[in-house]
T-cell receptor, first 114, second 112 residues
Framework: ETGVTQSPTHLIKTRGQQVTLRCSSQ?????VSWYQQALGQGPQFIFQ???????GRGNFPPRFSGLQFPNYSSELNVNALELDDSALYLC?????????????FGSGTRLTVV | GEDVEQSLFLSVREGDSSVINCTYT??????LYWYKQEPGAGLQLLTY?????DMKQDQRLTVLLNKKDKHLSLRIADTQTGDSAIYFC????????????FGGGTRLMVKP
């Protein structure tokens, strides 16, 4: 299996709810990073997981949390959703924590909070 | 902190060359990348350059890095309509090797 797959592709949630987004890493990649891309902006780093442990975090509140599983798939959980959480959420996998060749990105999950 | 800036928009005619520019502020950058994003899609890595290099060429793509001015550019030769997309430059740092810091993106429009 090649490439990074994310699910669902689109999602609508109500303010205050919780959401879980899923990512299946590219085969052989042991590191996964999550990014938030608001409309018209560049992606912002949320956090990274390496071998099932958080390995770096951007400027996001604790209600953004994640998990990485032994098969290297991962989840992004967001609690107490706010309107500003509406964005495209991108998952990226890499081989190792610093990948000289860049990261392989999925197509993203478009989250709309109403 | 780190900051990456790009111009918002570029329009060229099919067959011309496109030059997309990027400036950054952190001199400890290790790798610099160019990604392409088409509508409704994720990010596709186009090319990258290590910070001790000045230039890298890959088929129609040429990356130029001026470390003194902290300026990175991507030149696309013989631009095609299929090159229409948003282009992001991004960097990683020695002291934050886990994360990519992206610019805001440049929308390239190629007119037939």
């Amino acid at each position: 299996e090649t490439g990074v797959t994310q699910s669902p592709t689109h999602l609508i949630k109500t303010r205050g709810q919780q959401v879980t987004l899923r990512c299946s890493s590219q085969s052989g990649h042991n590191t996964v990073s999550w990014y938030q891309q608001a409309l018209g902006q560049g992606p912002q780093f949320i956090f990274q997981y390496y071998r099932e442990e958080e390995n770096g975090r951007g400027n996001f509140p604790p209600r953004f949390s994640g998990l990485q599983f032994p098969n290297y798939s991962s989840e992004l959980n967001v609690n107490a959703l706010e309107l500003d959480d509406s964005a495209l959420y991108l998952c990226a996998s890499s081989l190792g924590r610093v990948d000289n060749y860049g990261y392989t990105f999925g197509s993203g999950t478009r989250l709309t909070v109403v | 902190g780190e900051d990456v800036e790009q111009s918002l928009f570029l329009s060229v005619r099919e067959g011309d060359s496109s030059v997309i520019n990027c400036t950054y502020t952190d001199s400890s950058s290790t790798y610099l990348y160019w990604y392409k994003q088409e509508p409704g899609a994720g990010l596709q890595l186009l090319t990258y350059i290590f910070s001790n290099m000045d230039m890298k060429q890959d088929q129609r793509l040429t990356v130029l890095l001026n470390k003194k001015d902290k300026h990175l550019s991507l030149r696309i030769a013989d631009t095609q309509t299929g090159d229409s997309a948003i282009y992001f430059c991004a960097e990683t740092f020695n002291n934050a090797g886990n994360m990519l810091t992206f610019g805001g993106g440049t929308r390239l429009m190629v007119k037939p």
